[in-house]
């Protein structure tokens, strides 16, 4: 096998890899939200949805949840109904009580500048680690280092939290995985066909 042909299956198994992690990342969202929003009915609490829905590319595309009955986001949330313009790691959102509701996040905490700070606020909203659902970017996925504004990568739920700062150094190797293996498949091979 030829190094260009190895970068070409390189490259198309890394589409592939983000491909199916994206969709994992659907699944996951769509079955929490729905836990969640069950949890919330039975505990007769407040969802409080953590991020817009309708943020990210893909989710644009093909929502994975809704809204629930409050969606908390720093730039809002223009589809939902009941919004509140809030900064998660900035202290108590205004308007939602400690242990008041059922919290669900979904890819929002890759991105906040002080996780602790998110952590604590998702807490006192929630009252309790069983009133958490999250969902995280696979911190394997190009996507966690790569995504624009992405800060932290790892893994995310009720009641573990292992999730490490998104460094310079890891989006130079990620970036140049992707244009080297891009570069090498795309280069001419500099055979020329004869007529």
């Known amino acids: 096998m030829s190094i260009q042909s190895f970068a070409r299956w390189a490259l ?14 659907f699944d996951t969202r769509s079955r929490l939200f729905i836990e969640a929003a ?32 409050v969606c908390v ?3 809002g949330c223009p589809m939902c109904p009941v919004m509140k313009v ?4 900035a202290g108590p959102i205004p308007g939602i009580s400690s242990n008041s509701a059922v919290v669900f996040v979904s890819c929002v905490l890759e991105y906040v500048a002080d996780l602790p700070a998110a952590l604590r606020e998702i807490l006192r909203i929630a009252g309790d680690f069983e009133n958490i659902y999250i969902v995280t970017v ?7 280092s790569l995504y624009p504004g992405a800060r932290w ?16 150094t890891h989006k130079a190797i990620a ?18 066909e004869e007529p």
């Open 73 to 75: 986001d720093a730039k």
């Open 38 to 69: 069950q949890r919330a009915r039975s505990l007769q609490r407040t969802l409080v949805v953590i991020g817009d829905p309708d943020a990210g590319p893909t989710t644009r595309l093909l929502r994975a949840y809704d809204c629930g009955d």
């Open 12 to 25: 198309g198994s890394m589409v592939i890899a983000e491909g199916v992690a994206a969709w994992s990342r």
């Open 86 to 89: 809030a900064d998660i790691t």
């Open 138 to 144: 696979q911190p394997w996925t190009l996507t966690a």
């Open 153 to 168: 990568a790892g893994i995310a739920d009720r009641h573990v939290v292992a999730m490490a700062r998104v460094t310079t």
């Open 175 to 192: 970036a140049g995985v992707v244009a080297g293996a891009s570069l090498l498949a795309l280069w001419p091979s500099g055979r020329k």
